[in-house]
């Protein structure tokens, strides 16, 4: 079997090689069965063709002849029909030649291609095979991070046949280097791309720091506990960036290391301000913060009483009610068993507290997430000064009749000394007018008094010793008159309790040390 097979490829060969040289055979022949080529450049694939001159005394002439890749249901597709290369080919045939051209090459321009031909012979079409593989290759800039630098490599994806010269780029700017690859210190905010030369045209991606760093908020939805929150995180950074997710107050925490990071059933506490880092082998950028804020119903409100305990009647009193809540909540004060609201503020004073004003207040706390309520019970006590004042009333009340009744004798007295003098008939008509006047003025001062039980005690002896001065001086002339008797001067001075029980006499008691004086 081996020998067979050896023998029968020995005689294909030397049948070709016969019929070859008598007359040409159909054949294609390429250039090469491998090309490498770079993106955005030009590419020419070679090929040559031979077919027998005659066939049967036919003379055997090429009808058509064209390059494709694909094959469709009517058979090879020429490139000049397929749109993915139009206006980018050219062919250029002669009788021995087929030449392709492609220009601006693009990655899917990779492919198999096949030279076709077909003559005025029957059966007379052939497809040179296997074809030449076309790659489109690109140059890619390879990022290593080396302890302080940044190495860069200018690489493409198949090798080119002559080791070319590299041509560095750093902010569109052509660098010296002409290496495969350079050192660049990092965070540098430079961009660095290659090429080789004489594709100056076409140049590899450039490769950058994170830049245009945004964190944001994925929905603009209010956020409510218990909701699914996604912060994302985007930057253009080249290699593809790294990035970390962490909360501003606590930032040693490495929340995320995704661009989107996801707070799935959020809580109150999650409220707060969040950033996001993006990192690549040629440096680091930080991104503004993102705000989330949690809104949420009131909790239960804490309520206390200032001051505490039980409370006098008659002070002041401040409950406070507080809430927390997102957002801050409104407060209504409310008395157990009254329907409208007391107040609605967060202190609630009441000033000069009453017995009745006791009982159980309810504050309510309430925003836009709903509501919540708690209870507190203000006990008001009477106060002790209102205990004394109810001792005092009585007594006050006794001691203003007992001076009242004091006042009554002493009047009743008088009107009863007044009545009784001139009853005696031994004082002459004339002395008695003046000590009628007398008593009159000073019943009109002691009415007056009586309105003030405390003053009532002092005022008439004040008013009686001040209207005896008065009257004294008035009654110079009648005392002169009186004391004509020295009877009555004997028995003034003999005894006081005499002059008291005769006014005239009491006068001349008032007046005698002014008389004494005088005389
Ligand atoms: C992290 O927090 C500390 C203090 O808490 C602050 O000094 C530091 O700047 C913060 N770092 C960043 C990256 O915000
Ligand atoms: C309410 O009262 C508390 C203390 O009782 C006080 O700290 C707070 O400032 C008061 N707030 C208002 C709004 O009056
Ligand atoms: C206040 O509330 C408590 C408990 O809820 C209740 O026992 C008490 O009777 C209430 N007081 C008044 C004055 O309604
Ligand atoms: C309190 O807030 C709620 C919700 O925001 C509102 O409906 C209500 O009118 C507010 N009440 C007062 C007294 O401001
Ligand atoms: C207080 O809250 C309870 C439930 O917690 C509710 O039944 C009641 O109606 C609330 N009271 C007020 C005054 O809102």
Known sequence: ???????????????????????????????????????????????????????????????TSFWFTKVNYQGPL????????????????????CILTIRDLKQSDSAKYKFRFTTNQPTGSYTGLPGVTLTVADFRVQVRRLETLTELKCESSCDLNEPPSYVWYKKEQKMEEK???????????????????????????????PKLLIASLMSSDEITEGSSVTLSCSSEANPAAKYTWKKKKNNQTVLSQAPQFVLSSILSSDSGQYYCTAKNELGERTSGSVSVDVKY?????????????????????????????????????????????????????????????????SCEAQNSRGNSNATITVTVVAAPWNQVTAAAVPVAFLAFILICLFLWIIRKKKGWKQQSGPGAGQIPREQVKPAEENV??????????????????????????????????????????????TKAGARAESKKQDAAEDPAALYSTVNKPRKNGTS
Not at 55 to 61: A, E
Not at 78 to 96: A, C, H, P, Q, V
Not at 441 to 456: I, Q
């Open 78 to 97: 020429d490139l000049k029909k397929d749109s993915d290369y139009n206006g980018r080919i050219t062919y250029e045939f002669t009788k021995k030649n």
């Open 440 to 485: 009159i003025y000073a019943n009109v001062h002691l009415t007056k008094e009586h309105k003030d039980p405390l003053y009532a005690n002092v005022s008439p002896a004040q008013s009686k010793r001040h209207l005896k001065n008065r009257k004294a001086e008035e009654m110079v002339e009648y005392a002169s008159v009186n004391f004509d008797s």
């Open 297 to 361: 119903a009131p909790r239960p409100p804490s309520v206390t009483v200032t001051p505490s305990g039980e409370i006098m009647e008659g002070s002041s009193v401040t409950l406070t009610c507080s809430s927390d809540a997102n957002p801050a909540a409104n407060y209504t004060w409310y008395k157990e068993g009254e329907e409208s609201p007391k107040a609605s503020v967060l202190n609630f004073t009441i000033t000069n507290i009453m017995v009745q004003d006791g009982g159980n207040y």
């Open 1 to 63: 079997m081996s020998f067979s097979a050896a023998a029968s490829g020995f005689a294909v060969l030397f049948l070709s090689v016969t019929v070859g040289q008598a007359k040409p055979s159909w054949s294609v022949k390429y250039g090469s069965s491998q090309i490498c080529a770079l993106k955005g450049s030009t590419v020419k694939i070679k090929c040559t063709f031979t077919y027998p001159s005659e066939r049967g005394r036919k003379t055997t002439n090429v009808e």
């Open 179 to 209: 290496s495969p690859s350079i050192q660049v210190s990092v965070r540098d905010d430079n961009s660095y791309s290659c090429s080789v030369k004489g594709h100056k045209d076409y140049r590899s991606p450039s490769v950058y720091a």
